[in-house]
């Protein structure tokens, strides 16, 4: 049974800096791309970055230029680094792993930016 784990969430001040880790467990096969959606209250879920298996990537307009994403595939690893964190990057974030035959899903980590 696949397992997707995220940690480091939590509280932060704007301005700063969040680690966002997710491992993967169980046997998951042709892997097409992993990467991170949020949801915030009242709104839709929004993918926010993307990387493929061969390390394309994809982000939101809104974290381009302060989040990067990355992965290690052999381990089932995916990262997303957040910088310059605003007000309105508070949300629950959700990893993903899309393989040729499914998506799975994390519970979700908060991210709370606030002073």
């Known amino acids: 049974q696949v397992q997707l784990v995220e940690s480091g969430g939590g509280l932060v001040q704007p301005g700063g800096s969040l680690r966002l880790s997710c491992a993967a467990s169980?046997?998951?096969?042709?892997?097409?791309?992993m990467g991170w959606y949020r949801q915030a209250p009242g709104k839709q879920r929004e993918l926010v970055a993307r990387?493929?298996?061969?390390?394309?990537?994809n982000y939101a307009d809104s974290v381009k230029g302060r989040f990067t994403i990355s992965r290690d595939n052999a381990k089932k690893l995916v990262y997303l680094q957040m910088n310059s964190l605003k007000p309105e990057d508070t949300a629950v974030y959700l990893c993903?792993?899309?393989?040729?035959?499914?998506?799975?899903w994390g519970q979700g980590t908060q991210v709370t930016v606030s002073s």
């Open positions: 169980g046997i998951i096969v042709s892997i097409n791309a």
């Open positions: 993903y792993i899309n393989s040729h035959y499914t998506t799975y």
């Open positions: 990387i493929t298996t061969g390390g394309s990537t």
